[in-house]
T-cell receptor
Framework: KQEVTQIPAALSVPEGENLVLNCSFT??????LQWFRQDPGKGLTSLLL?????REQTSGRLNASLDKSSGRSTLYIAASQPGDSATYLC??????????FGPGTRLSVLP | GAGVSQSPSNKVTEKGKDVELRCDPI?????LYWYRQSLGQGLEFLIY????????KSGLPSDRFSAERTGGSVSTLTIQRTQQEDSAVYLC?????????????FGPGTRLTVL
């Protein structure tokens, strides 16, 4: 059964820093991985989707990479801003299983 | 175009009552998912609909939970005889299809409080 973990659980950085959020999964038989952000009391907003055949995806200041063989994905946020403060979740689509979400990383970007 | 919508946004009910939660997916999306997010917990998969296929109900926590999807569009999640542990945010998501290009789009959720 797929298990997804995220490190760190929480992160606080000053505005302008580049940062990396980590997502690990145990079963490499995935067909995609998706990164989301969740603001307090809100639903999830899709950030990036990486298909299993891809190594990375970029959107603006965000870059997500995928290493299927090692069971890892990273979300890189460049030049962080206070508006980036949210909880970031990764979700893994695995063949023969339902989507499994990680517990999230709670990010605070201080002005 | 319009995103995924859910209603009501908040629902407060008494223990033992039945509740219905509604999800309107993005038009044209064949896949629809229900998840539950309890306070301080991660997202928990409940049920998945794909087109006209039989739904995957493997995540439903008990037989008090059921869901249907009419006409391949709107879905209703029903919780019978609600218990306090059912209190959570119920999130619905839809995607074009299931597979590598299966980007899920979420609704704002329904916050259920069982007193």
């Amino acid at each position: 059964k797929q298990e997804v973990t995220q490190i760190p659980a929480a992160l606080s950085v000053p505005e302008g820093e580049n940062l990396v959020l980590n997502c690990s999964f145990t079963d490499s038989a995935i067909y995609n991985l998706q990164w989301f952000r969740q603001d307090p009391g809100k639903g999830l907003t899709s950030l990036l989707l990486i298909q299993s055949s891809q190594r990375e995806q970029t959107s603006g200041r965000l870059n997500a990479s995928l290493d299927k063989s090692s069971g890892r994905s990273t979300l890189y946020i460049a030049a962080s801003q206070p508006g980036d403060s949210a909880t970031y979740l990764c979700a893994v689509g695995t063949y023969g299983q339902n989507f499994v979400f990680g517990p999230g990383t709670r990010l605070s970007v201080l002005p | 175009g319009a995103g995924v919508s859910q209603s009501p946004s908040n629902k407060v009910t008494e223990k033992g009552k039945d509740v219905e939660l509604r999800c309107d997916p993005i038009s044209g999306h064949t896949a629809l998912y229900w998840y539950r997010q309890s306070l301080g917990q991660g997202l928990e998969f409940l049920i998945y609909f794909q087109g006209n296929s039989a739904p995957d109900k493997s995540g439903l926590p008990s037989d008090r939970f059921s869901a249907e999807r009419t006409g391949g569009s709107v879905s209703t999640l029903t919780i019978q005889r609600t218990q306090q542990e059912d209190s959570a945010v119920y999130l619905c998501a839809s995607s074009l299809e299931r597979g590598g290009n299966d980007e899920q789009f979420f609704g704002p959720g329904t916050r259920l409080t069982v007193l």
